[in-house]
């Protein structure tokens, strides 16, 4: 079995492809993300494009590299990861009572073969409408600097949002059913991938 690569720091990234039993190596990229291009979805496949390019030509055996990038977008605002939890303060208060866009760009490589794929996945979020005590509730017990938005939809975050529509995963920053779609163009699934036996669940 290739051996596959994980190409993201992410604790969530991580358990969502470890869930399916499968054994992930981490190699985190070091390239910087950006958060400004022509549309939503360029800029995430961008990034994770920079981070499995970077990651690929580490690996000194084939092997099976994903990466992603997410970024939250508000209206023609595009809310990265906060500069600190002031920032994330700020990015619930606008959050709180609206709708936006979740988009996590995918970019897969079998370096050994040398195929390679991406694409995107979107997700619609409504926040429920938060007063201040209970963002600073969860500001303090979160402390969410590493997330795009401020925010994800597990744990405490799950208080936050009134409903979703589409992929649930993506909100979390990986679309494992998008992933698997693009696995199947350069000759994997995720599938024969996974191993059921040793599978968990969230």
Do not use: W
């Amino acid at each position: 079995m290739i051996p596959l690569v994980l190409a993201s720091a992410s604790p969530r990234r991580y358990a969502l492809l470890s869930a399916l039993g499968i054994d992930v190596q981490v190699l985190a990229s070091g390239v910087d993300e950006v958060d400004e291009g022509a549309e939503p979805a360029g800029i995430v496949i961008a990034n994770a494009v920079a981070k499995r390019d970077d990651v690929a030509k580490r690996l000194e055996v084939p092997s099976l590299v994903i990466a992603a990038d997410t970024l939250v977008f508000l209206g023609e605002e595009v809310l990265s990861k906060p500069a600190d939890l002031d920032d994330a303060r700020r990015m619930l208060r606008n959050l709180s009572g609206r709708s936006h866009e979740v988009v996590t760009g995918l970019a897969v490589v079998d370096t050994g073969i040398g195929q390679s794929a991406t694409g995107s996945e979107t997700t619609r979020v409504t926040f429920r409408e938060l007063a201040d005590d209970e963002i600073e509730h969860f500001v303090h017990a979160v402390k969410p600097v590493d997330r795009a938005g401020a925010y994800t939809v597990d744990g405490p975050g799950s208080l936050l949002v009134a409903g979703y529509e589409g992929c649930f995963q993506n909100v979390l920053g990986l679309p494992i059913v998008r992933l698997d779609r693009l696995l199947r163009t350069i000759g994997h699934n995720l599938f024969e991938i996974m191993d059921g036996p040793r599978a968990t669940f969230l």
